[in-house]
């Protein structure tokens, strides 16, 4: 499998080249350039299969020109060691329970992937590379569990000051860990700025050996369409009709990798998401991205520090305009039907759902006729633990699950000692990298 740019269908690169310099020169985002038959493997996976062996069969299937199927396992291996949870609900509905991890996110499959599979590349190809990235204090606990072992990686991590979460004092990279965090004397688009700055400048990127770990990065999105196979090996054998899934639209990352499942012969009849101001409906009931309207030629490049898939999914609609506009329901959710929905999952079946699973079971209630039909099933993911979400609970419920120990760690505040440095401080920056660079920690 080639990955090319969404902005110039010409600049067509590899694995390796997509999720190490992961932000095209042209200002676009790599998608994968086919529609790989995967079926035989996404066929041949059943409830006794594992979510690591999925995730090593699918990543040999798709990259097997430049990894053998022994190093595709072995990425797997070590980036999964834990299942994602996926149970019945009722007689037609089930959920997929993403936040079983190390910290409790989603995100901790994708970036364990990505950090797994960078380092396997990097010991493969005798370099180096830093991870450069925003956050306000959860990716650094993610980031810093996917990094626990890792010898060729360091990550940079960019936060406000007092927001760094779940990083101990052994896993700073001046301790001989693999984190750098460095707080910034403002806010989370100050440090989102200095990201910006860094990534605008071609020169650094390629001195440094920098890329990301968000979802800008291929390698950090393709691995969430493995979510989508392993619960199709769950249902396979118990629903014979349609598969409809309904999750939060978030920044489009989980929307756009189960579509790309689609394209490579997963059994899904489509995805239903709580609409959003960019994901809407047009006159006519039908899907329809709001950004379109601005072609891409007139638009920013794609943010390094913040990155929304919306571009992504524009391509897949750009290549199946008809089909997809019948594949994905946005439906528009209000707060008192969020709400509403909160108390149903718990009344209906004892579970805690956050805002956004509730937003995601909402919309699925408002398009029961298309998802729910006879013999067919509805699948409702659940990125986060619902605990992370207390107040919602507690305004809807009068009750919360007390946290998890692994993401009560995960939320604990972090001590630096260090000074913050000011906002647009360039200098200060690039001479963290430098230090990195120069092997002093590395």
Not at 71 to 94: M, N, S
Not at 103 to 117: C, I, N, R
Not at 320 to 328: I, Y
Request: aromatic share 10%; net charge negative; hydrophobic share 40%.
């Amino acid at each position: 499998m080639k990955f090319f740019s969404t902005r110039n269908a010409a600049t067509v690169v590899g694995f390796k080249k997509a999720i190490l310099d992961c932000m095209p020169e042209d200002g676009g985002l790599y998608v994968p350039d086919d529609s790989s038959d995967l079926r035989r493997w996404i066929l041949y996976a059943d409830e006794t299969t594992s979510f690591a062996s999925i995730a090593g069969a699918l990543t040999s299937a798709m990259i097997n020109e430049e990894f053998s199927p022994i190093v595709c396992e072995a990425i797997a291996t070590h980036a999964f060691p834990k299942d994602p949870v996926f149970r019945q609900l009722g007689a037609d509905t089930f959920i997929l329970e993403l936040y079983h991890g190390a910290t409790g996110t989603f995100k901790d499959f994708g970036v364990s992937y990505l950090t797994s599979a960078l380092e396997t590349l990097l010991q493969m190809e005798g370099k180096k590379a830093i991870l450069l990235d925003a956050t306000t204090g959860e990716l650094g606990a993610c980031m810093a569990k996917a990094m626990e072992g890792k010898k060729l990686l360091k990550s940079v991590l960019l936060a406000p000051k007092g927001k760094f979460r779940g990083i101990s004092e052994s896993q700073f990279a001046w301790n001989g860990g693999t984190i750098y965090p460095v707080e910034v004397d403002g806010t989370e688009e100050d440090c989102r700025n200095l990201v910006r700055t860094i990534f605008s400048c071609r020169e650094l990127v390629e001195k440094y050996h920098l890329t990301v770990a968000n979802t800008a990065n291929i390698g950090r999105l393709l691995p969430q369409s493995f979510f989508y196979t392993y619960a199709f090996s769950r249902l396979k054998k118990t629903v014979s009709g349609d598969i409809f899934y309904a999750l939060s639209a978030g920044n489009y990352g989980n929307l756009v990798s189960g579509l790309y499942g689609w394209k490579c012969a997963l059994p899904v009849n489509g995805f239903i998401v709580p609409a959003t101001s960019r994901l809407t409906l047009d006159a006519r009931g039908d899907c329809m991205v709001m950004d379109s309207v601005i072609p891409l030629e007139k638009r920013n490049p794609a943010d390094p520090a913040d990155p929304s898939n919306i571009e992504r999914l524009e391509q897949i609609f750009k290549a199946n305009a008809l089909m997809l506009r019948s594949f994905v329901y946005p439906e528009p959710v209000s707060e008192e039907e969020t709400s509403r929905a909160c108390k149903e999952l718990f009344m209906k079946y004892r579970l805690y759902a956050d805002r956004d699973t509730s937003a995601a079971y909402a919309a699925l209630i408002k398009r029961k006729d298309t998802a729910l039909q006879e013999d067919g099933a509805a699948v409702l993911v659940a990125r986060d633990c619902p605990s992370l979400n207390r107040q919602f609970l507690m305004h809807n419920l009068g009750e919360c699950p007390p946290l998890p120990e692994t993401v009560a760690e995960a939320a604990a505040p972090v001590t630096l000692g260090r000074n913050a440095i000011a906002p647009g401080d360039k200098d200060s920056l690039i001479s963290i990298l430098n230090s990195l660079n120069l092997l002093r920690l590395f």
